[in-house]
């Protein structure tokens, strides 16, 4: 084998190592659930607590966490009003990687706020809108969700544990 044909079998090699290694890259993304009602504890008291679950099912960390909870009054002509409501806490900065041990359930994360009803009714002109934003730790893709919940969605009660998102002795709420 010659010089030259030594060379091509190097740079064909290297560009079919390169498109392997972009596919896995592109392949292994974020994988999230999120819940399809949001929780609320001490309902119809002050003290009530609205509550989104999140599940990381991924097997790598996720990173630069991005999230928002926008409550949204939908106009007749297409454009929404948004307002942000704060979480109660600070912003999450990651959360851990998925695990099959049961002591250890850190990638399941419950985000919580405090949602004043009488200055943000839910009815069929209002909403609330979550969104979310995640990159992987390994491959530095970025997943984006968007959940949209409605009065209906607000369900009374708390989540399950591990990596469920349902939500146990629950009841719907009267807004």
């Given at each position: 084998?010659?010089?030259?044909?030594?060379?091509?079998?190097?740079?064909?090699?290297?560009i079919?190592?390169?498109?392997?290694?972009?596919?896995?890259?592109?392949?292994?993304?974020?994988?999230?659930?999120?819940?399809?009602?949001?929780?609320?504890?001490?309902?119809?008291?002050?003290?009530?607590?609205?509550?989104?679950?999140?599940?990381n099912?991924?097997?790598?960390?996720?990173?630069?966490?991005?999230?928002?909870?926008?409550?949204?009054?939908?106009?007749?002509d297409?454009?929404?009003?948004?307002?942000?409501?704060?979480?109660?806490?600070?912003h999450?900065?990651?959360?851990?990687?998925?695990?099959?041990?049961?002591?250890?359930?850190?990638?399941?994360?419950?985000?919580?706020?405090?949602?004043?009803?009488?200055?943000?009714?839910?009815?069929?002109?209002?909403?609330?809108?979550?969104?979310?934003?995640?990159?992987?730790?390994?491959?530095?893709?970025?997943?984006?969700?968007?959940?949209?919940?409605?009065?209906?969605?607000?369900?009374?009660?708390?989540?399950?544990?591990?990596?469920?998102?349902?939500?146990?002795?629950?009841?719907?709420?009267?807004?």
């Amino acid at each position: 084998m010659g010089f030259g044909s030594s060379i091509i079998t190097g740079i064909v090699s290297g560009i079919i190592a390169s498109v392997c290694f972009a596919l896995f890259l592109l392949l292994v993304k974020p994988k999230v659930k999120i819940s399809d009602q949001i929780c609320v504890e001490n309902e119809g008291e002050k003290d009530a607590v609205y509550r989104i679950k999140i599940v990381n099912c991924t097997f790598a960390m996720l990173t630069n966490l991005r999230y928002v909870l926008a409550y949204c009054e939908m106009h007749g002509d297409g454009i929404n009003t948004i307002i942000e409501i704060a979480p109660r806490k600070s912003h999450l900065i990651s959360i851990d990687r998925f695990n099959l041990k049961k002591d250890n359930t850190d990638y399941a994360v419950r985000i919580s706020y405090d949602i004043d009803t009488s200055k943000y009714p839910l009815n069929d002109k209002h909403k609330l809108e979550f969104t979310f934003i995640a990159d992987h730790s390994l491959s530095n893709t970025t997943t984006c969700i968007r959940k949209e919940y409605f009065a209906k969605d607000i369900v009374a009660g708390v989540f399950e544990s591990d990596k469920s998102v349902k939500i146990i002795r629950k009841h719907k709420c009267d807004f």
